[in-house]
């Protein structure tokens, strides 16, 4: 399915704060990748350290360390100290408030200089909570910050509201699921902040590039049937879960492999639950894969056990794929992915409820549709996100057709 596309080419800047292997950063580089792809210009900021990606080549990269130039002067290097030692003790979580007083007001003089050279930006993106601490002073109406998951939540009982409404009053806001946005609106009623506009786009997924991916051959080979798990190995997808409830489902006559691709901080810790369990012969640890698309493909279904998912990006690479999904119930965009008959087997956070729909899944196979991976479209996302371009922000320089 395709929406009407605009004509008219537009400058974007995406800002984020790493770019590394993340969700984050693999949604951040599939849409500047797209825009780029549909003629317009983008620019991606990265605030810290060097990509471990890289993107398309008609992308225009910068790599801008704000907080270490300015530590290079010394009203810089005072003013950080003071905030990092004496102002950030008395105010506890507040270390974001002072950092981004100064990153801000680089960023400024950066985008100044950067828009004399190519001219002015239609559209800011600023990506992910790191980069929104960073950049909190940032006012422009062109700029909208994208929402991933609500993790800008602050704990100390008399600074809450003050930080929040630091970091989101008066914002414009993107949230990658209505999920998201939900809980976003939720924790910032609590703490009586208001947004200035909230819109609900979804991360876009590279549909045709991940299928053929999906041909390579890969190393180690490994026979179907299995199921497939692709995540991080850290606590927040749950592993651990998934372990215990693979080894029920085994007991209860499951007779395939699990493979479990990507890598973390918690692989030695459960590598030793596999042993543990006695299924350590049945799990197949295969680390951090750069294309994880051949076992994706090949797989009877995909297995995600999150706690929570700000989308879930690996299950619309699977449905891509026709590979089923099984999934835990998890807050944020999980039952925004998985519709329709796939949502029979997401499961309760719980171990026998999880083995319960990979047995489903196995012996009851759901037969995935195209249309529900379709609907996350390059094509269809990045419309989405030109459209929020008000019409007196098309510049006159960028105002031009595409070829």
Known sequence: MRNHTSTATRRILIVIRRLGI???????????????????????????????????????????????????????????????TLLKALLPGSGFVWQGRLVSRYFQDFLGNLETEHGKFDQILIRGQGAFEMLWKVDDPRCWRVVEAVTGRFHHRLLCHWLTRTLYSGKQVICVSQGVANELSTYLGGCGVSLQRQEVIHNAVPIDHVRQLSKANVMPEILSPYLVHVARLVPVKQQSLLLEAYHQARQAGLDMPLVMIGGGSERTQLEAQAKQLGIDHQVHFLGQQENPY??????????????????????????????????????????????????????????????????????????????????????????????????????????????
């Open 22 to 84: 993340g969700g984050i950063e693999q949604a951040t580089l599939t849409l500047a990748n797209a825009l780029a792809g549909q003629g317009h210009d983008v620019h991606l900021l990265v605030l810290k350290g060097q990509p471990k990606q890289t993107p398309a080549s008609n992308v225009t990269v910068h790599c801008r360390d704000f907080e270490r130039h300015a530590s290079r002067t010394l009203p810089g290097l005072a003013y950080l100290l003071l905030s990092r």
């Open 294 to 403: 051949p076992w994706m493909a090949q797989a009877t279904a995909l297995v995600l056990s999150s706690r929570c998912e700000g989308l879930g990006l690996v299950l619309i690479e699977a449905l891509a794929l026709s590979t089923a999904c099984v999934a835990t119930d998890a807050p944020g965009g999980i039952r925004e992915v998985l519709i329709e008959e796939q949502q029979r087997l997401i499961a309760d956070q719980t171990p026998e409820s999880l083995a319960a729909k990979m047995l489903e899944a196995v012996n009851d196979p759901v037969k995935v549709q195209p249309a529900w991976a379709e609907r996350f479209d390059e094509v269809n996302i990045c419309q989405r996100f030109l459209d929020l371009i008000a019409p007196a922000r098309v510049t006159s320089d960028t105002a031009m057709e595409m070829p």
